[in-house]
């Protein structure tokens, strides 16, 4: 019993000084990726995002807790955060060092995955491993969102330790141990490494919930782990082996089960705020749609840097060198556990996402990112391509080879990297920007109003000027359904002038209640933008604020026994100046669910009938489709055009219809039995010139 416990002292301690020689040829790779994490840390703005996570992380816990069971993010992150700003502050600087401190721990996890795969290959172990650590370090993808005040750098590194104690577990489970030397001990499986792995991937679920995709990925590294093992043990014989394989698998599943079973009751809790309803619908999410777009995601890195057109033979040219380093070594389990950890997360993903819910906004690659390392694990593979040769030509060569992935990749993923530092056109939201022109801009008489509750903008804004700054509608995941909040918000404050803070209008506002109910009450003196951020500027002009006086119409679009569409009223100024804004405001009404999702123009058309300028758009946005409305509901649909500085002075027409964008074709309108034609009149506006 003694020896048994020395032999098992003396392993941990060759373990240790493993561990320790490893660090040391890591510890290069490990600086390289610190150090870029950390540039220019807090040289961006927060986004909206960050600022959410910002708000809720200086809430009470028991308060976080409550309102995270309402978002699609679980609370551990924001408890994280809530502890770190109280030692550190609440700079963007210090909100995002840990996210920068957790994904430099993901290269060193996984370099030691890396290294555990290859155990017992001395040098190609050390390649592997440094190679995929390297490639990692510069990867866009991770270091986009180790720059982020979000949980998903966090993410990465819970579930790729995860991985990595379940692969040590397995390991010794088998029998095989990291010095060959060392003596077998007979001990059981080290039984810590799989609670560790159980602990840390729960710990990820409850920082995101996609995190629960890696568990069918565990149970397929189980699965192929355990194929053609053969466990030495007190009675020799496969039998005695297969039956204690049985007993392992069912210990992972006894050690799953926890991890489900750990996560119920917060999903009893939080089911209603992960699967809320936006109010508006996305194109169908299919499997292979959802797969490409997480994989010019990693390619690309999130940004709007344009991709080579050869990035497809770029990634599958470091794969297959990845493949053929685990086949020239003969290493087809560590391949398929390592494909299984890289295909699983995703394909579970995706399909779930096609199956519960087709039209939500339920997938982004971020949430998915746990697999980035796992990518950079197979190029790393090409390490394995050793070639014994007294030829220095055949050892270049080798070289090369194993040298070969980092090119490739570097050639798409370094000018990636450096767009990224130098380029603000990628970077995020100039939340900072943005709060900064209007607060030096401000006057008195003016209200800002900003998209739902806009946290990043609340970071930034002055706590001496709170009152001047609201949100329509309020709340996180507000979205404007009427123009009664907006009339009366408006009416309660009366301001002079309205200072609109926009962010994602299109999906919070999609009907445009808040700029429509302006337009018949005021008019626009002007807008300026900061990326995404829309700055317009109003001034009112009539009070109390009151619905636009629309025309009641009854026109009907379509054929018949076919779509029908109905026009219930419209509203158009009477007036406009040339080189100024016009508007138009129409509601719809879907009398059945639509089969296509039309087009509708405004026209304002000249003495020969051709128009002099119009607005054509989708009635709302791609966000939610004609062939989503539901009948009966009434949907306003808000046009906006410049009327040309060159126009004359005149009386104008102005005509609108509907019609299909695949074909041109205009759908022909009804006023009861009688039909008007494909363009119907909305009346006329008078232009002035300036």
């Known amino acids: 019993m003694i020896s048994g416990r020395r032999g098992e002292d003396a392993g941990a301690q060759s373990r240790a000084k493993q561990f320790l020689r490893a660090f040391a040829r890591w510890w290069f790779v490990i600086l390289i990726a610190f150090v870029i994490r950390l540039w220019a840390l807090g040289a961006q703005s927060l986004w909206f995002d960050e600022g959410w996570s910002w708000h809720l992380a200086r809430m009470p816990l028991a308060e976080m807790a409550l309102t995270t069971a309402g978002d699609r993010s679980p609370p551990l992150y924001y408890a994280l955060l809530h502890a770190w700003i109280a030692l550190a502050g609440q700079s963007e600087f210090a909100m995002r060092f840990i996210s920068a401190l957790a994904d430099t721990a993901t290269v060193v996890l996984l370099m030691a995955f890396v290294s555990a795969s290859w155990r017992g290959t001395g040098d190609i172990a050390s390649a592997a491993s440094l190679i995929a650590g390297a490639i990692y370090a510069v990867c866009p993808f ?94 020799g014989g496969a039998a005695f082996g297969d039956c204690r394989l049985l007993r392992l698998n069912l210990r992972f599943l006894l050690a799953a089960a926890c991890v489900i079973g750990l996560l119920i009751p917060w999903l009893l809790v939080a089911s209603a705020g992960f699967a809320y309803d936006d109010g508006f619908s996305f194109p169908l999410n299919t499997i292979d749609g959802r797969l490409l777009e997480w994989v010019r995601s990693l390619a690309s890195g999130g940004l709007a840097h344009p991709l080579p057109a050869a990035w497809p033979w770029l990634m599958a040219g470091a794969g297959a060198l990845g493949v053929a380093g685990f086949a020239v070594n003969r290493r087809w389990r560590e391949l398929a556990v390592l494909l299984a950890l890289i295909i699983g997360p ?3 993903a995706t399909i779930a996402v096609r199956l519960v819910y087709p039209y939500r906004s339920v997938f982004h690659p971020r949430y998915l990112i746990y697999v980035a390392p ?103 995941h507000g979205v404007l359904r009427s123009d009664e909040a907006v009339i009366g918000a408006l009416n309660d404050r009366r301001p002079e002038r309205v200072r609109l803070m926009l962010w994602q209008d299109d999906v919070v506002d999609p009907q445009k209640f808040i700029e429509s109910t302006l337009w018949p009450n005021g008019y626009q003196i002007g807008e300026f933008n900061f990326a995404r951020i829309r700055l317009p500027l109003y001034r009112i002009e009539r009070w109390p604020i009151a619905r636009a006086p629309f025309r009641e119409v009854a026109i009907t679009f379509g054929e018949p026994g076919g779509d029908r569409l109905v026009l219930r009223r419209y509203w158009q100024p009477e007036r406009a100046t040339a080189g100024d804004w016009f508007y138009a405001i129409l509601e719809w009404e879907a009398q059945q669910p639509l089969s296509a999702d039309y087009k509708v123009f405004v026209h304002v058309v000249g003495a020969d009938g051709r128009p002099v300028f119009q607005n054509d758009k989708l009635p709302l946005n791609a966000l939610l489709p004609m062939t989503r409305w539901q009948p009966g509901e009434l949907r306003r649909d808000a046009h906006a055009m410049v009327a040309p500085a060159s126009l004359g002075s005149g009386i104008y027409p102005v005509v609108g219809g509907v019609y299909d964008p695949e074909t041109g074709r205009r759908l022909p309108a009804y006023s009861g039995d009688r039909e008007l034609g494909t363009a119907v009149s909305l009346g006329a506006v008078a232009v002035q010139s300036p």
């Not at 998209?451 to 609340?458: K, L, M």
């Open 346 to 348: 995703l394909l579970a």
């Open 142 to 235: 991770a270091v986009w969102y180790a720059q982020e005040t979000r949980m998903y750098a966090l993410v990465a590194t819970l579930c790729t330790a995860s991985s990595y104690a379940l692969w040590r577990w397995l390991r010794e489970a088998a029998g095989d141990r990291p010095d060959r030397g060392e003596p077998a001990t007979g001990r059981r499986p080290a039984a810590r490494f799989l609670v560790a792995s159980a602990t840390l991937l729960s710990l990820a679920i409850y920082s995101h919930y996609y995190a629960i995709f890696l568990l069918p990925a565990h149970f397929l590294v189980v699965l192929f782990a355990s194929v053609g093992q053969r466990v030495p043990g007190r009675t």
């Open 374 to 476: 796992m990518v950079c694990a197979l190029f790393g593979a090409a390490g394995a391509l050793a070639i014994a040769h007294r030829s220095s030509l055949v050892a270049r060569a080798a070289l090369i080879l194993r040298l070969a992935p980092c090119l490739l990749i570097g050639a798409l993923w370094l000018p990636a990297l450096g767009a990224y530092f130098t380029d603000p056109a990628l970077w995020r939201d100039d939340t900072r920007g943005a709060v900064r022109h209007v607060v030096e801009a401000i006057e008195p008489g003016d209200l800002a109003v900003m998209s739902r509750d806009n946290f990043a903008i609340t970071y930034y804004w002055p706590p001496e000027q709170a009152p001047l700054l609201i949100a329509l509608p309020s709340g996180l």
